[in-house]
Structures are given as C-alpha cells and as structure tokens.
C-alpha cells in the first residue's frame, strides 16, 4: 500500500515560482513511475511530468522549459520545480503512483497564478 501527500502549493503572481513536493508513504523503490497531473476548473485532468523509476522524466510541451520533475528516492519524495508561472497553469496539481498494476493518487494541492 503506497500513500502519497502533496504540498507547496499556494498563491503567486505571475512569473514567480512554486517547488511542490509529494511525500511517498512506502517504499518508492517498488514504485515504477512517478508523475504529477492537475486538473483546472471545468477541464479534464491533464498529464504534467512523469518521472521513470531511474531518473528519465518526460515533460509536457505546455510546461517544457519552465518545469522541472524529480525524484529523491532517498528522501521518498517527488518534486515538481515550476518556474515562470503563468495564470493558466492554475489548477489543483496531484501526484500519482504507478506500482505493478496498481494506481494512487494523492489529495492534490492548489495552485493560483494571478496575472
């Protein structure tokens, strides 16, 4: 059983920076994927960053360049670094777990960009 608790969301203006950070309750090394998706008022929720077991990570086009995901397994933490805000990349943002053939998520925490 895998738990994951979000944090480090919040309120910033525009072209300011947030570090969210998801806390694995268990073992992450038995976890493959790690990954970050947010969902914003009346849209459907929307891959992020994924981060592989060994360090390799894929970026969504929208946030390439300005986000960065990683994994410190030694920590059983996941960090998403988002930098250069923009309003619309305000939405709740979650943290999901891949282990074997089952899926978690965590509660998610908000994120507000004002222009």
């Known amino acids: 059983q895998v738990q994951l608790v979000e944090s480090g969301g919040g309120l910033v203006q525009a072209g300011g920076s947030l570090r969210l950070s998801c806390a694995v309750r268990g073992n992450i090394l038995t976890i493959n994927d790690m990954a970050w998706y947010r969902q914003a008022p009346g849209k459907q929720r929307e891959l992020v960053a994924r981060v592989h077991r060994f360090g ?26 988002m930098n250069r805000l923009k309003p619309e990349d305000t939405a709740v943002y979650h943290c999901n777990a891949l282990q074997g053939r089952d ?12 222009s």
């Open 56 to 81: 390799d990570t894929n970026i969504v086009d929208s946030v390439k360049g300005r986000f960065t995901i990683s994994r410190d397994n030694a920590k059983n933490t996941v960090f998403l670094q």
């Open 103 to 114: 899926t978690y998520w965590g509660q998610g925490t908000q994120v507000t960009v004002s």
